[in-house]
C-alpha cells in the first residue's frame, strides 16, 4: 500500500472578500496542490476542485524518486458519481441549469396567451451544447484508460 499524496487547498485572496470593491472578486482564485508525502514536492496544482484524473494513481516522485499513490484512478475503478462527474462537469451543469432557469421563468413573465413550451424545450436544448461538446473528449479519456487499465492486467494500485 502505497502513502497517499498530501493535498492542501489554497485561497491566498479569502479575506478580500470583506472589502469593499472589485478586488473581493479575487476570492474566486483559488487552487489545491498535490505534494508528495515524502518530501513535499507540489507535482501537481488543479484550479478546478475535487477534478477527476484518468490515470494508474501510482507516481514516481521527481525529486526524491519514491513511489506514491497521487489519488488518481483508471475507470473501472471509479464508482458511479465520479464516472457521472466526467461526463457531465459542474461547470457544463451550471450553463444548462441558467439555462433551464431563464427558460422556466419566461413562462411567468411572459403573458399568458404567449406561452410557448416549445421555446422553453428549445432554450434548454441550447443549454446542453457545453455537455454535449465535452461528452466526446470525456469519451476518448475513458477509451484510453480502459486501455491502460487492461494492459496492465486490471491490477489497481
Not at 126 to 131: A, D, F, N, Y
Request: proline share 8%; with cysteine; net charge positive.
Amino acid at each position: 500500500m502505497l502513502p497517499h499524496a498530501i493535498r492542501e487547498d489554497d485561497n491566498p485572496f479569502a479575506l478580500l472578500g470583506l472589502t469593499p470593491g472589485l478586488q473581493r472578486l479575487l476570492i474566486f482564485i483559488r487552487w489545491t496542490s498535490y505534494k508528495c508525502p515524502h518530501c513535499g514536492h507540489v507535482f501537481r496544482r488543479n484550479f478546478w476542485p475535487s477534478a477527476i484524473r484518468l490515470e494508474s494513481g501510482q507516481r514516481k516522485c521527481k525529486e526524491c524518486g519514491m513511489l506514491f499513490d497521487d489519488g488518481s484512478r483508471e475507470w473501472p475503478e471509479l464508482p458511479f458519481g465520479r464516472r457521472l462527474r466526467l461526463f457531465l462537469p459542474p461547470l457544463a451543469i451550471g450553463i444548462w441549469g441558467g439555462f433551464l432557469v431563464a427558460a422556466v421563468i419566461s413562462l411567468y413573465v411572459s403573458p399568458r396567451d404567449e406561452h410557448s413550451w416549445g421555446v422553453v424545450f428549445l432554450v434548454s436544448a441550447v443549454g446542453l451544447i457545453p455537455v454535449l461538446a465535452w461528452s466526446p473528449v470525456a469519451l476518448m479519456r475513458v477509451i484510453y484508460s480502459i486501455h491502460r487499465y487492461n494492459a496492465r492486467g486490471g491490477a489497481g494500485v
